[in-house]
């Protein structure tokens, strides 16, 4: 009957194992499209501010009323990339916390598992440990009966 719980506790465990494994894999794919929308978050604000710089440089030096607007035209199509990439992040992020929620839930099912499986083998060696203290107070026993 052990060997058979045992035979079960070692396949929840690889089961586990897997899940861990498979969380741990979403979790790193999950970071790796955050730290990418982030850099294109910041790439797009530095752009935007570069290209704040040129105007105000055009504007110091006199631009004509469609160059300005060609300018307001072009920050109003790079503040909806900001936003856009903005919102691309916060949700990437979300799933960030997400995927990492689900690793440490899946830690900590492996971790019950381990547990569970240590108590086993520790109840185990108590019961060997007894049988084993019996058989020697019965040797012990017969070797004073023997010896009378």
């Not at 160059?67 to 960030?96: C, I, P, T, W």
């Not at 971790?111 to 019996?134: F, H, P």
């Amino acid at each position: 009957m052990a060997t058979r719980a045992a035979g079960v506790m070692s396949m929840l465990k690889d089961i586990a194992q897997k899940e861990v494994d498979t969380a741990t894999e979403a979790l790193a794919e999950a970071m790796k499209i955050a730290d990418e929308a982030k850099s294109k978050y910041d790439l797009l604000v530095e752009y935007r501010n570069d290209y704040s710089k040129n105007l105000q440089q055009s504007l110091e030096m006199g631009i004509g009323a469609m160059a300005y607007q060609n300018f307001q035209g072009f920050f109003r199509k790079l503040d909806q990339a900001v936003k856009g990439q903005f919102e691309m992040l916060v949700s990437a992020q979300h799933h960030v916390l997400v995927q990492k929620k689900r690793w440490k839930e899946s830690q900590r099912k492996k971790l019950s598992y381990d547990v569970l499986e240590q108590r086993d083998l520790d109840k185990q060696a108590k019961v060997a440990g007894k049988k084993e203290q019996r058989m020697m107070d019965e040797f012990a026993m017969r070797a004073t009966r023997n010896a009378k």
